[in-house]
Every structure is written in structure tokens, then in C-alpha cells.
């Protein structure tokens, strides 16, 4: 059974993203029709040709447990949600991954929704994909719509990009000798996580794990997991659309629970990211793309 209770901390980092609240005073209907009409129609001018494209790239450190110190210092690029379709631009995507690089991450993990309605766009995808370094390799996981789209097709324009895809799989990793595990699952919406198929029970004095799955909310059914350090997922697109002093104007099934952000519960963590693309109306507004770049730090 899904456990909906609250984290016991969102762990904030910098979002100056917050506007004026904007009050519309007007005595007169038809002015302050005309008058949110033209809001409106900037703010979706703004919000599709400029914010869409301002992305950020979110710094985080996430405390570890005394006895998985030994992995302090490793470094994590994550990034979800590309949604690649014909809106989508090329040139904006090639930077992301040159962006994406040039922070030289010991690992980079890919957290679904590559495409949003079919598997075509995958192939040029993945072309910009396949440029993707980092010493310990590169992962993903498939999201719901990556899922709808045709799994098997992305898994293997994925795999062909030389990218691992891990579906309710683990690989067992290294950082300076000190063993950890990567596991990813299948999308949790469409019913093909299978968190025990990846990382049997009878394992609870294996190395500690990191968990890659497209859905935030799945965090409340594996935190209690002592082998658990970091849960990574994309999936809300951080909203998309926040209104100031409000947030999240909408948000998808299972990511209603961890929204943005690092989160703690118990001794583990859940970082969500906004992620890259967008799904209609294609426009971001106080909530602008995202490259995140996550380190394990010491305890304390
Ligand atoms: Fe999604």
C-alpha cells in the first residue's frame, strides 16, 4: 500500500524564481478582460520562448549515513524529461548535453520520458545521447510516457547509443574502491517497477544503494530500506507552470508527494528534478529547466 505521509524535511536550495504576487484591480469587465488577455498571451509568449529554455543548473549536497561516508565526494548528473518532440530544438538539446559534460560527473543517470507520445523521436534523441561522458557511465531509466511510447523500442535506441538501461535491474558500481549499487526500475504509473526483482531482500548487507525511477512518490514505499542513501526521479517537471507564492499549478500521479528538490526521510534522501522538456502547454513559468548536479557529502 502507497504510505502518504509527509517527508520530515524538504531540504530547500536556492529558487529565486519567486515574482511580485500580481493583483488585477479593474472596475470594468471588458478592461479587465483585455487586460488578462494581454498577461496572458505574454506569459505564454515568455514562458514558451524564454524560461522554456533558461536552464538551470541545481547544485546539492546530499549528507550520507557515518557508515556510507566512504562514498563521500562522489558526484551525480541527473537530468529527466526531455519529451523530445517537433517543438522540441536540436540546438537547445546538443547544449544541454555539452552542459551536462562540462560539470565531469562521475556518473550520469538518465531519468526517463525521453519522448511524450511516440518512439520515433528517440533516434535523434539519442544521437545528442550517446555524447554523454562520465567515468563510472552512463544509466537511465524509462518514464511512463517512454513507457505508452513503445519500452522496448527506447530501450534500444538507448542501448545502441551506448547507454545502459537499467529496467528493474541493478549494476554494482565503484568510487575510490568502495563498492555501491545502482539500481533502476521500470515506471512506477505503469505498473512496472519491481523494486525486489532488482534488489532482492535476502541482500541487506550488500553495498548501499542508489535508485534511479521515474516517480517521486515511489520514495514513500522504499525509504524505510536501510541500503538506501539516494533516490533520484524526475517525472513533475517541478510544476511546469508555478504560480508565485503558490507553486505547482498541476502535477502528475505519483509526484504529488516530493515535487522539487532534495527531500529526507528516515536516514535516506529523494532528489527531483524539473527536468528538461516540456508537455502542453509547452511553456514553464517560475520554474525553468534543470541540470542537477547532486554530491555525496560526509555525514555532519
Ligand atoms: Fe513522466
Known amino acids: 500500500m502507497k504510505n502518504i505521509s509527509k517527508p520530515d524535511e524538504r531540504i530547500p536550495h536556492p529558487a529565486p524564481y519567486s515574482l511580485a504576487k500580481m493583483k488585477l484591480f479593474s472596475r470594468r469587465a471588458a478592461l479587465r478582460m483585455g487586460l488578462l488577455g494581454g498577461v496572458g498571451t505574454t506569459s505564454l509568449a515568455y514562458g514558451n520562448l524564454i524560461e522554456r529554455h533558461q536552464v538551470a543548473i541545481e547544485k546539492v549536497n546530499c549528507p550520507l549515513k557515518e557508515e556510507h561516508s566512504d562514498l563521500a565526494g562522489l558526484r551525480i548528473a541527473m537530468v529527466a524529461d526531455f519529451h523530445f518532440d517537433e517543438l522540441q530544438e536540436d540546438s537547445f538539446v546538443s547544449q544541454c548535453v555539452e552542459t551536462i559534460n562540462a560539470q565531469q560527473a562521475d556518473l550520469i543517470v538518465l531519468c526517463g520520458d525521453y519522448v511524450s507520445h511516440d518512439s520515433k523521436p528517440v533516434e535523434?534523441?539519442?544521437?545528442?545521447?550517446?555524447?554523454?561522458?562520465?567515468?563510472?557511465?552512463?544509466?537511465?531509466?524509462?518514464?511512463?510516457?517512454?513507457?505508452?511510447?513503445?519500452?522496448?523500442?527506447?530501450?534500444?535506441?538507448?542501448?545502441?547509443?551506448?547507454?545502459?538501461?537499467?529496467?528493474?535491474?541493478?549494476?554494482?558500481?565503484?568510487?575510490?574502491?568502495?563498492?555501491?549499487?545502482?539500481?533502476?526500475?521500470?515506471?512506477?504509473?505503469?505498473?512496472?517497477?519491481?523494486?525486489?526483482?532488482?534488489?532482492?531482500?535476502?541482500?541487506?548487507?550488500?553495498?548501499?544503494?542508489?535508485?534511479?525511477?521515474?516517480?517521486?512518490?515511489?520514495?514513500?514505499?522504499?525509504?524505510?530500506?536501510?541500503?538506501?542513501?539516494?533516490?533520484?526521479?524526475?517525472h513533475t517537471h517541478g510544476g511546469q507552470v508555478c504560480a508565485p507564492f503558490f507553486g505547482a499549478m498541476r502535477l502528475p500521479s505519483w509526484g504529488k508527494n516530493y515535487i522539487s528538490g532534495l527531500y529526507r526521510r528516515q536516514d535516506s534522501h529523494v532528489y527531483v528534478t524539473r527536468g528538461i522538456g516540456t508537455l502542453f502547454p509547452h511553456v514553464r513559468f517560475c520554474c525553468p529547466p534543470e541540470i542537477s548536479l547532486i554530491t555525496l557529502t560526509a555525514a555532519g
Not at 530501450?155 to 549494476?171: F, H, K, P, Y
Open 124 to 234: 535523434p534523441l539519442a544521437e545528442h545521447l550517446r555524447k554523454l561522458e562520465a567515468p563510472l557511465g552512463v544509466y537511465a531509466v524509462l518514464g511512463n510516457h517512454d513507457h505508452w511510447a513503445g519500452a522496448d523500442t527506447v530501450t534500444r535506441l538507448l542501448s545502441d547509443a551506448g547507454i545502459q538501461v537499467l529496467r528493474n535491474e541493478t549494476e554494482t558500481l565503484s568510487y575510490h574502491h568502495n563498492p555501491f549499487q545502482l539500481a533502476g526500475l521500470g515506471s512506477v504509473w505503469v505498473g512496472e517497477a519491481q523494486y525486489k526483482t532488482a534488489l532482492p531482500l535476502s541482500s541487506t548487507s550488500s553495498p548501499p544503494v542508489i535508485l534511479a525511477v521515474h516517480e517521486p512518490d515511489f520514495f514513500d514505499r522504499v525509504c524505510n530500506d536501510p541500503r538506501l542513501i539516494l533516490q533520484l526521479s524526475g
